[in-house]
Structure formats: C-alpha cells, structure tokens
C-alpha cells in the first residue's frame, strides 16, 4: 500500500538523530528521503560499528527507508547539483547551526529563492537568539540544563540517561511540525521554517517539574530512583533482579494497602494523598523493599499484576530484545544490511495507523549507494556523473 506522503520529496541533511529521525519517521509513512552526506562518510555513519564496512546500530535506525547519496555541497558543482535537488524537494532537513546553513545555501533565503514553497525543517542546541545561540550542542545539553539530570541519581551523583530521549524528542517534535507546516502550504501556498531546540525540548519535557519550582518553591533534591510525589514508586530489590512499582492515586494505593495486609496504611494520615505519601516515600519504599525481598521478580510481577498495580521488570538488552510482549506485538523489524553479521532488530515507528500504517520497506543506504541513481533524475549523463566523482565533488 501506498504511503500517506508519498509524492513528497525531503533532502535529508541531517546528522546523528534530531533531523534524520524526523526525516525517517516521514519517510516510513511514504515520502521520498534522500539523505546527503560527505564523500567518505558523515561521523554518524561510523558511530558505534556493527557492520564490516563500519555502519554503525544508530545509524541503521535513523536511515532505514531513505536513499543516499554523497557529495560536497560546498564546492560550485556541488552547489549546483543542490540548486537542482531544491527545486525538486517539498522539505529540506538540516540540523545544523545556522553558520553552517548560510555556508552551504541551505538558509530559508537561500532556499526560497530557488523555490518559494519550500520547507526548511531545522534543529539548534539553544534555540535561534538569546546568549547561547551561537553555541553547538548533542542531546546531554538539553538533558543538564533542564533540571532532569539534577532530579536523577543521588544527592553526592547527577546522572544523566543512556538513552538520548532530548534527540528523539525533539525530532517527533520537528516531525509533527513538518506536517503541520505540509498541510499549511495546500492552504496558504506557502513554505516555512520548522525550527526545533533541544534546550526547549528538555524544558518542556520536564515543564512539571519546573511549573512546580516557580509556583511554590519546594527546592527538590534527587532521591534516587525513589519518587516524589506520590508512593510507593521506586525500584524494588528481588530475590533474583529488580522491579518498578508505580503507584499513583488513591485507588491503587488502597489495593497496594491491601495488599500489605496491613490497614493501617489506610488510616495514617502521613499518607493521606498523593503528595502526602511522596513526602514520606522513604517509609513506604522501605515496606515495599521488604515485601519484594522475598520473592523471585516472576512472583512479584504475578502477584502486582493481579493486584492491577502496575510494575515491570529491570530488564538488560538482550532481555528486551527476548521479551515475549516485546515480540509479540513485532515492534522490531530484523533488516539485512551489508557486512552485519544478522539482522539488525530496527524498531519500527511506534505509532500504530489501522488504515494508513507505515512501514519498513528497505535497509538504510550504503555510502553513496544512489548517489549514480538520483544524479540521472537530475539530468546528468555518465560522463558527467564520471567527471563529478574524478574531480572529488560526488
């Protein structure tokens, strides 16, 4: 079946996950991606290797779906041979800052002027203006400027997460964007920019906790993996591994309550609501650290389970990739890449259409693999092709 963007060209400019998830996110649903980078390679291609020919796992994820070429957009044929790719595009992607946009012509202006309809879809670290708007930035910025890296850990040893939840964040943001800037221009006829920031990524995404600070001051300090704002929400010690348990609001309180067997729990006003009970979390996690102590994490998640309390396992990688719900419901899709050594678990948009669904339909590029391919479309003949590639442009 058809996607629901097919027609719908994008140049994919981007590097590491803010513009090429975005760009990989609209090409699963059907538009043409093309990403474009460097002649030996972008840094993103290589990172974290787990193909022969130096692929890296992130960019597997980031670049399923999209053909690829290479070039050198600086150089003049280059910036002829973007001028062409322009005029045939609906979206260009560029997380770059702005510096390197105007460098390359891949400012709106420049843009513009080649096709008034344009969309530029753009990632800063810190926004476009204010103090730091000149700074460079990866997804950690966002994560330690937004509160969250402090909240996290223990008093003595912020710690901030494996997972780059700034990054991807923020390109469903500029995802969303993009496609609320496609369905303007069949209002208006009109192009624009989509602009996204880390830093403002992190600061919504952690806005909770900062309305909380400006309203009423309460000055949190971390508290490990304990919650603080209701309870008992904490990772639990099993006789075998480790568990969440999140309990939030008074219905599930008083089934966890029951559970205890001990009423009082009930009745104590310490814990009467919510944030009565996150004050004291340190009391009831000590209870619910004992009643886990004696039980395998399977009993645990058995018997909160049929309790309605919702828990889940800590669980390794590889554990995740054996999870049986995980593979259950198919949220990976083993692609073939050249050189790995098995099929790559590329999960797939998690985002479920009944009627218009997306979907994986090839391994990401090899260096420059339609580079030839998309040169031809554009109008170039082998000689030229030839030439462009012999004078280190393509």
């Known amino acids: 079946m058809a996607g629901v963007l097919e027609g719908i060209r994008v140049l994919d400019f981007g590097r590491y996950i803010a513009g090429p998830y975005c760009a990989a996110l609209m090409a699963e649903h059907g538009a043409e991606v093309i990403r474009i980078e460097k002649r030996e390679g972008s840094e993103d291609r290589f990172q974290a290797p787990v193909a022969a020919t130096g692929e890296g796992a992130l960019f597997l994820q ?44 891949l400012d709106y202006e420049s843009l513009k002027a080649l096709k008034p309809d344009i969309i530029l879809t753009t990632v800063t670290a810190y926004g476009r203006g204010g103090p730091y708007a000149d700074r460079v930035g990866f997804d950690g910025v966002g994560q330690v400027m937004s509160g969250a890296v402090y909240m996290t850990g223990e008093a003595h040893q912020p710690y901030r997460a494996q997972v780059p939840w700034v990054d991807f964040s923020t390109a469903l943001h500029c995802a969303f964007g993009t496609m609320v800037a ?52 904490d990772l639990f010690r099993t006789r075998d591994g480790w568990v969440l348990c999140q309990v939030l609001g008074k219905p599930l309180y008083r089934r966890w309550a029951d559970l205890m067997g001990e009423p009082e729990w009930l009745t104590d006003p310490r814990f009467k609501d919510d944030i009565s009970r996150g004050n004291h979390g340190a009391i009831i996690s000590e ?85 030839d391919a998309i040169l031809a479309e554009l109008g170039y003949g082998k000689d030229e092709i030839a030439a462009l590639r012999q004078n280190g442009v393509i």
């Open 62 to 105: 980031m670049n399923r779906n999209k053909r690829g070429m290479t070039l050198d957009p600086m150089r003049p044929e280059g910036q002829e041979i973007v001028s062409k790719l322009v005029k045939t595009a609906d979206v260009v992607i560029a997380n770059l800052p702005p510096q390197t946009l105007a460098a390359m012509r």
């Open 182 to 233: 496609l369905i303007a221009r069949k209002t208006t006829g009109k192009g624009q920019v989509v602009e996204g920031a880390l830093l403002a990524t992190a600061v919504t995404l952690s806005n909770a906790l900062l309305i909380e600070q400006a309203l009423i001051k309460p000055d949190r300090v971390p508290t490990g993996n304990r919650g603080q704002t209701a309870a008992p929400v």
């Open 287 to 371: 209870r619910m650290g004992r009643w886990c102590a004696g039980r395998t994490t399977a009993e645990v998640l058995e018997i909160l389970g049929k309790a309605k309390i919702p828990a889940g396992p800590v669980l390794k990688p590889q554990q995740t990739l054996d999870d049986p719900q995980v593979n259950a419901m198919g949220f990976f899709q083993p692609t073939e890449f050249p050189g790995a050594p098995k099929p790559a678990p590329i999960a797939k948009a998690p985002v479920f259409l009944s009627e218009t669904p997306g979907s994986i339909r090839h391994r990401a590029p090899m260096l420059g693999e339609h580079t």
